[in-house]
């Protein structure tokens, strides 16, 4: 068997160059087109990255955990000890990165001329740093300095709508667990600017101390967010810190607590499969032509080695060999021109001309193609799969000629 | 002991509505160390006794027994193993692997059996230079004359220390000289090395070189005879 194979691997070799322009012709063909599906899947990543990355910027975490009420009726009636016991040991432990326990209440929150409705944030600064939470540009004044801090940080878009600006004073108001009005005055000591303006208007930071003071609710917080910097591998670690956090709280995965997001992961990976197959099918007539063409220039040596005794089964062999070195080459020399083009653009390519259309969907003005391993060995695995698939015609046909046809074939 | 029994033998072909009758009954018994050729004209038969034999071909009806083992009963595997340990064959076109040299050409069927590569090559070398291509082992077939093709078919078919070799119009491409060179060699294979040879030729000087002349027309033996071999002389 293993001279048998020995065979059959140098004949395809040899055979695949007997028509060297042919073959160079497919090997080209396979070689872009596997270059385009990496690059394709290389976009779509980056796309999808980018805005799961932004969607876990205001979520936040990649993990939240809650009171079993709080998504429901997300007040301060509905809130949570902050973690302490297993819990706490299990937010310690690695692959958990950072955490951050706070309170996020809806509010009201009113200038000498104009109010808004709010979702108010108390924060310890430097745990919603940790988790990538805090505003990514303060344009004016500066961020809370800790978790006591009287102060806050507001957006520019709020600002403008409550025609109020640095140092100025503003009510907030919300509700306390018994259902009565809760507020005091504060000065605006950052105005924030977020990448989209939604994010602008809607959230406001204070203290995590001052908060829970205002809203009397002691230590008590609505939520714990995490994150282990690795949105994409969530489920396997995120069962540990339910398990930790017990039946009274509910722990979800920002799958579940953002539904649109989690959907894109998985679109994300369906369509750079569908981009594949798609591209790759277009590629296999060529591939299936020059099988073909192939087998129909040997017909008589194929029935001179059915002669000498080659079974059906290695003639078969033999031709699907020499279709998997091509696509083995043109795989070869696809992921090398698909790093050389992708990695030069990991930086960004500038996209602001559409830059409207792309904030609709939860994106910057910036695409960063991310070229990934996951998808080189997906369209590895199409090529190879789809290539020996569309190949066995070919060689089914090569195989079951009659030997004593194939001798005269002229 | 017999090395090739045919009892019987049918095999019909259709061209369009015709049906043709390329074995009609034929029935005959081959010795071990025979050197037998079929003789007859075009459409005679003589090409598809042969390929019966060798299992290329399978016959409609009829016993077929090659090296004690009912070819006829085999299936299509079997047959192909049956042919890669048990016969050689010499075609009358050459028939060469064009992308591989004479000595991968000849080592081609030994590989397939699983000859270890070292053992495989000396053995090519070997046969090679015993049908006078010495020197000429790593030339491709393209660039090979004719006849010195025909040698290294001849080197593959005898390489593996087959049963019997089955030749379909050797000489049929060479000019004088070479066939006479080839016939001798087969002369001397049988000889030397006790293998059985069936030749099919309509040339009268090939059939000059065989112990046994079966004669066949329209698919039927119309004669079977023994003869004193008596070579062709070439000056």
Redesign the interface.
């Known amino acids: 068997m293993r001279g048998s194979l020995a065979a059959i691997a140098i004949l395809a070799w040899r055979n695949l160059w007997r028509n060297h322009r042919r073959t160079l012709v497919m090997l080209l063909a396979i070689t872009v087109g596997v270059w385009a599906m990496i690059f394709m899947a290389a976009l779509m990543r980056g796309m999808t990255d980018q805005m799961v990355r932004n969607g876990l910027e205001t979520l936040p975490g990649e993990v939240q955990i809650h009171h079993p009420d709080f998504r429901r009726d997300p007040s301060v009636v509905n809130s949570m000890a902050p973690p302490s016991g297993p819990l706490l040991h299990a937010l310690q432990q690695p692959p958990v990165a950072a955490w951050s326990a706070r309170v996020r209440v809806p509010a009201v929150v009113a200038s000498e001329r104009e109010s808004r409705g709010v979702t108010l944030l108390g924060v310890d600064p430097a745990a919603e740093e940790a988790i990538g939470a805090a505003p990514g540009e303060i344009v004016a004044g500066r961020f809370l300095a800790d978790g006591d801090d009287r102060g806050l940080v507001i957006g520019a878009g709020l600002a403008r709508r409550l025609e109020t600006g640095l140092g100025k004073r503003v009510v907030i108001m919300s509700q306390d667990p018994d259902n009565n009005v809760a507020e005091r005055g504060a000065r605006i000591v950052g105005v924030y600017r977020a990448r989209f303006e939604d994010t602008e208007e809607r959230f406001v930071y204070g203290g995590r101390a001052a908060v829970q003071e205002m809203l009397g609710i002691g230590a008590q917080v609505t939520e714990v967010a995490l994150t282990a910097n690795d949105y994409r591998h969530t489920g396997d670690w995120y069962p540990r810190i339910a398990a930790a956090a017990g039946d009274g709280l509910e722990v979800l995965p920002w799958t579940e607590l953002n539904s649109y997001l989690g959907a894109m992961l998985a679109l994300q990976d369906g369509f750079s499969l569908v981009f594949m197959v798609v591209i790759f099918l277009s590629l296999s007539f060529g591939l299936v032509n020059t099988l073909v063409m192939a087998v129909f220039e040997r017909v008589r040596e194929i029935g001179l080695m059915q002669a000498l005794g080659m079974r059906p089964g290695l003639i078969l062999a033999q031709v699907l060999l020499e279709s998997l070195y091509l696509l083995c080459l043109g795989l070869l020399a696809g992921n090398v021109l698909a790093v050389a083009t992708i990695k030069p653009l990991e930086s960004g390519i500038d996209i602001s001309k559409v830059a409207e259309g792309m904030a609709m969907m939860g994106m910057g003005t910036t695409l960063y193609p991310a070229l990934s391993t996951w998808d080189m060995a997906m369209s590895t695995a199409v090529v190879v799969i789809l290539g020996l698939l569309a190949s066995i015609l070919p060689a089914w046909r090569a195989a079951r000629l009659d030997p004593v046809i194939a001798l005269n074939k002229t | 002991m017999s090395a090739i029994v045919c009892r019987d033998l049918c095999r019909t072909y259709h061209q369009g509505e015709a049906v043709i009758t390329a074995l009609d009954h034929v029935s005959l018994e081959m010795d071990e160390g025979a050197f037998a050729c079929l003789s007859g004209p075009s459409g005679s038969g003589k090409t598809t006794l042969l390929?019966v034999m060798?299992g290329?071909?399978t016959p409609d009806s009829g016993e077929i027994t090659v090296a004690g083992r009912r070819v006829d009963q085999l299936s299509?595997?079997e047959r192909?193993?049956?042919?890669?340990?048990t016969?050689g064959?010499v075609?009358q076109s050459y028939?060469l692997?064009?992308?591989?040299s004479a000595r991968?050409n000849v080592e081609?069927?030994?590989?397939?059996?699983?000859?270890p590569a070292r053992q495989r090559r000396a053995l090519a070398d070997q046969v090679l230079a015993e049908v006078g291509l010495a020197g000429m082992e790593d030339r491709r077939p393209g660039e090979l004359s004719g006849g010195q093709q025909q040698r290294v078919a001849v080197a593959?078919a005898i390489a593996s220390k087959p049963a019997l070799v089955l030749a379909d119009e050797p000489t049929a491409n060479l000019d004088t000289r070479s066939a006479a060179q080839l016939m001798d060699l087969f002369v001397a294979l049988n000889r030397d090395r006790g293998v059985t040879f069936v030749l099919s030729t309509h040339d009268v000087r090939v059939m000059g070189y065989a112990r046994r002349l079966i004669r066949m027309r329209d698919g039927r033996i119309v004669g079977d005879e023994q003869q004193e071999p008596h070579p062709m002389k070439v000056e």
């Open positions: 390929n060798g290329l071909d299509r595997g192909a193993d049956m042919r890669l340990h016969i064959f075609f028939n692997i064009p992308v591989l991968e081609f069927v030994m590989q397939v059996q699983g000859v593959r």
